[in-house]
Structures are given as C-alpha cells and as structure tokens.
C-alpha cells in the first residue's frame, strides 16, 4: 500500500451502541464515512476492521474451489473486513476483477477479494475470479471477486500470508474500526476537520487513535 498521505482515524464504534440492530450499526458506519469523505481536501476514504502492520491478525478455515487440504491447517488464511473502497484508498492494485462497491449489502450474494499469496496456495492462479470460496463448513458460498496484489499484513518483516477480504457490511458486525483518508490538504487541518465530524456525529464517541499511516 502507498502509506504517503494517507490519515487513520481509528475508533470505536461499539461505545454506546451496544444493543444496535444491524440496520442501526449498518447506518452509523456509513454516516460516518461518508461524512469524513466530505472534509475538504478528502480524496479517497474508507475502512476496516484489522489496521495493516498494527500486530493484529484474524484467521479462519476456509475451503476453495478446486483444493483438497491434506490437513485441517492447510485451509488456514488471514482475513479483514473492509468498507467499499479499500483498495484504492490504501493505493493497493487489483490485478484482475473489482473493488467492494455500495451493492455488497446484507442478502447480496458474498464477495472476497484475495491476494497473490492466497491464489498461490489454493492454485488459483491469474484466474482466481470468479471462482468460489467458504468459511467452515459453509458450502462454497462467497465469489471471488478481485485479485488484489500483495500487501504487508500484520508484522512490517514477516513474510506476506495468503489473505482475503471481505466487505464489512455483509457481516453486519460493529466493532472498532480503523478509517483511512487520503488528503491534499495539511495534516494539522484535516485533523481539525475530523474531529469536528466525530464530535458532531457523537460527542461521545471514543476517538482512540489519530495519526498518520507513516507514524
């Protein structure tokens, strides 16, 4: 990912929201995305539950199309969730396919995007899309969608793990969410920006995290 430029804001949404339906938890993600989208200089802005190079991981077993593991671990992989628009505000490429886009909502069909390092280990190659993909013992439920290139994970040293993607609002969990923006503008002012949206949002919204993707 290109780091330059780039502002994390990161927050958690679960402070007073605690018995929020979906549709509630859906809403208040989004209206505060698209609120950070609209501070001047804001180019590109989105969101995700695991912050890159942060030391948090989240995995899970997974089937593919067309592999058979030898063992429960071989099916092991990382994973995220993120808003529409991930990828190219974090400047990773997409080799093949699309980004997560507004139509990947609850009772959509299921969407991944995953990364070399994923098709390399379920031999999907360059033709990864639009094959099929699972969690548990779920029946190859959610396409493949997109081909992202590799990109640093949890740790800045260690070797790139196979990964894949998934909107977040799919899910339709709320928890603390890392935001990303992409700005023109100086850092001091946009940070003004934000922390006026928070604040006119929800006084009382925990602000955990504000700084920039290279600090």
């Known amino acids: ?16 929201n605690e018995n929020a339906s979906p549709a509630q938890r859906s809403s208040l993600r989004h209206q505060l995305l698209e609120r950070l989208r609209a501070v001047p200089g804001v180019r590109l802005a989105s ?9 948090a991981g989240w995995n899970n077993d997974i089937k593919a199309d067309g592999f058979t593991p030898a063992v429960r671990d071989d099916g092991l992989v990382w994973m995220n969730e993120v808003s529409e628009g991930y990828f190219s505000t974090m400047g990773t490429a997409l080799i093949t396919g699309r980004d997560f886009n507004t139509s ?3 009772g959509s069909p299921k969407v991944a995007i995953v990364n070399e390092a994923f098709a390399k280990k379920f031999n999907l190659g360059r033709n990864a899309v639009g094959k099929h993909m699972s969690m548990g013992n779920d029946s ?7 081909l ?7 740790e ?3 070797v790139i793990p196979p990964v894949f ?10 928890g603390g ?13 946009t940070f003004r920006a934000i922390r006026d949206v928070m604040r006119r949002i929800d006084p009382n919204l925990p602000v955990e995290e504000l700084k920039t993707m290279p600090q």
């Open 47 to 55: 969101a995700s539950e695991l912050t890159p190079i942060s030391g």
């Open 177 to 189: 969410l890392t935001f990303y923006l992409r700005s023109r503008l100086p850092t001091d002012q």
């Open 104 to 106: 990947d909502v609850p």
């Open 140 to 146: 190859l439920n959610v396409e493949i969608i997109g």
């Open 156 to 158: 800045v040293k260690d």
């Open 1 to 16: 990912f290109k780091r330059d430029h780039v502002l994390l804001l990161a927050a958690d949404l679960r402070s007073g």
């Open 148 to 154: 992202a290139k590799d990109a640093k994970y949890s």
């Open 165 to 174: 993607t998934q909107p977040y609002q799919q899910s339709g969990r709320l």
